[in-house]
């Protein structure tokens, strides 16, 4: 899939994952992906719960390798 911009938050805890694609989407225009990848896996719960919530669209998402991988479309 391709994606404007790729956010690598793997490494990170529960709640940067969230905070660090809040601020990679708001440097993003309506209709552009972000690619987001995280290795924490409450993430995905997370990152779906954020996305319904503000209005934002999860295009795919999966797993390889213990990275949980997602594609984001602004709003």
């Known amino acids: ?8 938050a793997t490494g990170l805890a529960c709640p940067m994952p969230i905070v ?8 993003l225009s ?19 719960a954020w996305a319904k919530k503000t209005g ?3 295009l795919d998402s999966k797993e390889e390798e213990g990275i ?3 594609w984001i479309r602004k709003a």
């Open 68 to 70: 949980y991988k997602f």
């Open 56 to 58: 934002h669209e999860i």
């Open 20 to 27: 660090k694609t809040k601020k990679s989407i708001d440097e």
């Open 1 to 8: 899939m391709i994606s404007d911009k790729v956010l690598d």
């Open 30 to 48: 309506s209709g552009q992906v972000l690619e987001v990848h995280a290795t924490d896996k409450g993430a995905q719960n997370d990152l779906t």
